[in-house]
């Protein structure tokens, strides 16, 4: 079992995908000035949400919609209402955040991230592993119930803040939060994707399929750049506790989605997306929600162990190893 | 050429309040500002750049308005309830402008 993990592990390290958020995170660390421009990343990023989610909606027509999709649709919504829970007592033992740190992080932890999605549905392509394709409308709807729970968590266990300053900055939250960008597009691919079919993708394959992993690569490139960026700046913040903790959640979290991968009865490739989505954290939607509701958490602590701790943990050894508990599982 | 007092106020807000902020000024009777990228800067929480941020939950941006001193009290109060608890400066400078009757 451990050799195969590492075996996997090594055979994932040694991927252009991670070879190159390597380089971007040591050209991050080494101040070279090697930079991504802003315009040219959010384009890299439309690439990848709409090719996997019109790829997951192609798949969803060929082998049709079954109760497993609005069990796992409903298992999705549970996990990210109950990881920050999990995450946040962790950290409350762990480390020495405030209330409103902790649960701010703690929301981060139950939310996704779909970077870390498309690098393992990536790794299972790779492994001739197939998965079911609705694995992407669940990323979706893990999204936003996180931010809920480390809301209610605050409200719980915090005095900070006056209710009512929180109340009036959260109004539309939840519409900004729904309506993403990425959530829209991530979604309506998916739908496009299911509505055309195989003769949908047929016409755009060769724009979708073919330079897919190199888009990624550039894309982690400049992942490894933030990521780089954000820890030397926030290398000060991080003790041992949380760091810790940025490696152990996402053990626990992918154990949380394992059970219910195999209460629901997914294949082999679905059960490593949902222990990935369930192990991710999110570094795009929840930063901005936090930015708008809880304005008095750190930023610099969220974000850097989501992007700069548990993102490479996840894509250098936590997907192998997740592929490797579920392969054994499911023999 | 006929000059008039007016009071320029800028503030540079989270990016993820801007929608916020300019409802705010919009309430205060305020229609016309102008908002600006910010490219980075240097405050209490350290150094910033907007290269790469992953989101826009890092980045600012500046939202500058130009208007009779008269409406300066409503729209400060308005824009404050939105800029109270989040990082952010708020300046008003004295200004003049040509055709005063557009502001």
């Given amino acids: ?331 | 050429m006929e000059m008039n007092p007016a009071k320029r106020v800028e503030i540079i807000i989270e990016a993820p309040m801007e929608s916020r902020l300019t409802d705010a000024i919009e309430r205060a009777g305020v229609t016309g500002y102008t908002i600006l990228p910010v490219l980075g800067g240097s405050g209490r929480s350290g150094r910033w750049s907007r290269e790469g941020q992953v989101s826009r939950a890092g980045g600012m941006v500046a939202i500058t308005c130009i208007i009779r001193p008269e409406r300066l009290d409503e729209l400060l109060e308005s824009a404050f309830e939105v800029v109270e608890r989040h990082i952010g400066v708020v300046s008003v400078t004295d200004c003049q402008v040509l055709r005063a009757e557009r502001f």
């Fill in chain 1, 1 to 331: 079992m451990v050799e195969t993990v590492l075996g996997l592990a090594a055979q994932n390290l040694v991927s252009p995908i991670i070879l190159f958020f390597a380089l971007g995170l040591v050209a991050a660390l080494v101040r070279s000035d090697l930079s991504v421009p802003e315009a040219a990343a959010k384009t890299l990023s439309i690439y990848l949400l709409f090719a996997i989610g019109f790829k997951g909606g192609v798949s969803v027509s060929a082998h049709g919609i079954d109760g497993t999709l609005i069990l796992s649709l409903i298992a999705g919504t549970i996990l990210s209402f109950a990881l920050p829970f999990l995450a946040f007592a962790l950290l409350r033992v762990m480390t020495r955040l405030s209330v409103v740190d902790a649960a701010a992080v703690a929301g981060h932890y139950g939310s996704i991230s779909i970077v870390t999605f498309v690098a393992a549905t990536s790794v299972l392509e790779s492994q001739g592993i197939t998965s079911e394709g609705y694995l992407v409308a669940v990323a979706a709807v893990m999204e936003a119930p996180a931010i809920l729970s480390a809301l209610w968590i605050v409200a719980k266990y915090s005095g900070n803040g006056s209710a009512k300053a929180r109340e009036k900055d959260t109004q539309g939250l939840w519409r900004e939060i729904l309506l993403n960008g990425s959530i829209v597009l991530l979604v309506g691919s998916f739908l496009i994707g299911f509505l055309t079919g195989k003769d949908g993708l047929k016409e755009i394959e060769s724009f979708i399929v073919s330079p897919f992993k190199g888009v990624l690569c550039l894309f982690l490139l400049d992942m490894g750049l933030v990521a780089g960026r954000g820890l030397r700046a926030s290398a000060h913040q991080m003790r041992p506790g949380l760091i810790s903790f940025g490696i152990l959640m996402p053990v626990l979290g992918s154990a949380a989605g394992l059970a219910a991968a195999s209460l629901i009865g997914l294949s082999t490739g679905g059960t490593v997306l949902l222990m990935t989505l369930s192990a991710s954290a999110s570094y795009i939607a929840v930063p901005a929600a936090m930015r708008v509701a809880l304005p008095e958490a750190n930023p610099s602590i969220y974000l850097t162990m989501s992007l700069g701790i548990t993102f490479p943990f996840n894509l250098t050894l936590g997907i192998p190893f997740y592929l490797s508990i579920a392969q054994a599982v499911g023999d």
